[in-house]
């Protein structure tokens, strides 16, 4: 039988791999049998990725995105040892948690420049014939948090819906040119190394009040995964220019 999601002889390159959700989404795709480009900062730790990975063909690249300026380089880089990419998965970020009376321009620029500059200069650079194929998915991760907020996260909402907003753009003039498609997805909770960050921080009582309005409950790292593996497949194939949220409920109330 068919399975729409195969990615088989693909190429998908992702940022933020070494932990997380975009260490999960590396692991998904690989059972789904794409050939994983993996890029994130810590060496040690995108090799730990990749014991968990299927397949053997999974290149990693130690890089910070935030390095803007070094980017097309690196996509040059990428396609020479891995050939020509199908997909992009833009899973680096941070979230910050700041009060607006502390949020000042150089803080707003770091977290612009790691979730929305970099992602931008990515997509540029795919663009080229000579380093993508037709068709290739694009996905960003925002965040559920741009539709319902909390104090402390100007930065990180204002970045992520920048996001949002990018791949309207971004999905029209690649579509037309390429058959690209551009998506974001938008998690709730997920239950990584951040979230139980913020039960040290907070109590479990606390988070358990948070999340109240998850009836469906916090995501697991594989939920989001599946959606975005989703999106890269074929499965998705006539999804383009929106965002995806995978909340449990969280947005809905």
Partial sequence: MMNP???IGRHIVVTGASSGLGRQTCVTVSQLGARVSLLARNEEKLQETLTLMEGTEHKIFPFDVTQTGDIEALAKQ???????INGFVHAAGVFPRLPLSMTKKDFLDEIMTLH???FVEFVRCLSKKKL???GTSIVAVSSASTISSDKGQVAYIATKGALDRAVRPMAIELGESRKFRVNTVNPGWIKTDMYNKFIEELGQERMDEILTPCFLGACEPVDVANAIAFLLSDAGKMITGQNIVIDGGWTIH
């Fill in 78 to 84: 990428v396609v020479d040892v891995n050939g020509k």
């Fill in 132 to 134: 993508s194929e037709e």
């Fill in 5 to 7: 999601m195969d990615l």
């Fill in 116 to 118: 929305v500059y970099s």
